[in-house]
C-alpha cells in the first residue's frame, strides 16, 4: 500500500468544524442519512447510556470520562486534524471520538476496555472511524499507521493518571511516525514534562523526543466520576533526533540511572554503566565544565545529551 503524508491529504467530504455549534447539529450516517446528534459530553446523556448498556465505571482502568464541552474544544483545536490520521487512546463512550471524525481524515480508536467499543458504535456513525479493542501497550502503533496507508499520524488521548507515563514513553521512544501528541493528564505529570514542576525522568526522556507546550488546565469537575486531581492538555511535537542511534541509546542509560540514584554523585551513577572507565568518565565531566562532585539531576536536557555524546565518542577510540 502507497503510503500517503496526512498532512498533505485533503479530507473527503468533511463539513465545516466548530465544536461548539456542532453539539446541536447532525452526524451523517455512512448510508447519508442523518441521526440525532448525542451530546456525550452530558451527564445524564452519560448516564443513560451506561444504564442501557449496563456500564460501570471502572477503577482498576482509570476510567473518568470527560463532560466538559470546552475541554473537548481545546483538545480537538489543538491537534489541527485536517487531513491527518489520528490515533485515539481510550475513547470511553466517544465524547473526543465523534468530533475527530468529523475533522480528520481517519480516525482509529484503542481501547482496552472490551465493552466500550460495541457501545461507541451505536454512538458514532462515521466512515473514517476504526475501533482496535488492545491495550496500547502491546500494539505496535507505527504498524497500525502503517497499514492504514499514511506516513503519519496525531494522537489524541485522555489517558488514565495511573498510566500516563509508560504511554508517552511507548509514543515517543517506539511509535516514531507519531508527530504530535495532545493528550490530557493529570496536572502534575504535565507539570514535571513541561519542566515547570519537580524536574524528573519524564521532564528529560519526554524533552529530548518532543517540544511540549500547555494547552489548558482541565479542573476535576470536568470529569465523571470525579477524579481527586486536576488535569492539563499538552501539545507534544517532535523534534528531530539530536544524537546518534549510539548516543541516544547511552542517553537512556544515563537518564534511567541518574534519575534511579539521585543521591549519588553524577560519576557514581553513571559508573555503575560501565560504559568506560571511571577515571575516563571523570575527565568527560570535568572537560564539560563540572566538578566532580556534581549530581546528574542537576544536568539539564542540553548536558544531559552532550554528556551521553561524549561519552559515545569514547566508546569509539
Do not use: W
Not at 30 to 51: C, D, H, V
Not at 55 to 84: C, M, P, T, Y
Not at 294 to 309: I, S
Request: glycine share 6%.
Amino acid at each position: 500500500m502507497k503510503e500517503r503524508s496526512s498532512k498533505n491529504v485533503a479530507p473527503s467530504n468533511t463539513a465545516p468544524f466548530n465544536i461548539m455549534s456542532s453539539l446541536e447539529e447532525e452526524c451523517f450516517l455512512s448510508s447519508g442519512e442523518e441521526r440525532s446528534y448525542k451530546n456525550l459530553s452530558s451527564p445524564s446523556e452519560i448516564r443513560r447510556i451506561m444504564s442501557e448498556n449496563g456500564f460501570s465505571f471502572s477503577k482498576s482502568l482509570g476510567q473518568n470520562f470527560l463532560i466538559d464541552a470546552h475541554a473537548v474544544e481545546k483538545i480537538v483545536g489543538a491537534a489541527e486534524l485536517k487531513g491527518r490520521l489520528v490515533i485515539e487512546i481510550g475513547p470511553g463512550f466517544g465524547v473526543l471520538t465523534q468530533h475527530l471524525c468529523r475533522r480528520a481524515e481517519k480516525v482509529i480508536c484503542i481501547e482496552k476496555d472490551k465493552t466500550l467499543p460495541e457501545i461507541i458504535r451505536k454512538n458514532i456513525f462515521a466512515e473514517n472511524l476504526e475501533i482496535i479493542a488492545e491495550d496500547v501497550l502491546r500494539v505496535d502503533v507505527d504498524e497500525i499507521i502503517q497499514n492504514a496507508g499514511f506516513a503519519e499520524a496525531v494522537v489524541v488521548a485522555n489517558l488514565p493518571y495511573y498510566i500516563t507515563t509508560p504511554i508517552i514513553m511507548k509514543l515517543l521512544e517506539d511509535a516514531r511516525r507519531v508527530q504530535t501528541i495532545v493528550v490530557m493528564m493529570q496536572r502534575e505529570v504535565a507539570d514535571r514534562i513541561l519542566d515547570e514542576g519537580d524536574r524528573g525522568a519524564i521532564t528529560i526522556s519526554a524533552g529530548y523526543y518532543a517540544s511540549s507546550s500547555r494547552v489548558a488546565n482541565i479542573g476535576r469537575n470536568s470529569f465523571m466520576p470525579v477524579p481527586k486531581v486536576d488535569s492539563t492538555v499538552i501539545k507534544m511535537e517532535r523534534v528531530p533526533p539530536r544524537l546518534s542511534e549510539r548516543a541516544e541509546i547511552i542517553f537512556k542509560q544515563l537518564v534511567r540511572a541518574i534519575y534511579s540514584t539521585r543521591r549519588k554523585t553524577l560519576i557514581n551513577s553513571v559508573a555503575s554503566l560501565n560504559l568506560i572507565a571511571k577515571n575516563a568518565l571523570s575527565d568527560v565531566i570535568i572537560r564539560l565544565g563540572y566538578k566532580s562532585t556534581v549530581r546528574g539531576e542537576e544536568l539539564d536536557l542540553g548536558e544531559m545529551a552532550a554528556l551521553a555524546d561524549a561519552i559515545a565518542t569514547l566508546e569509539e577510540k
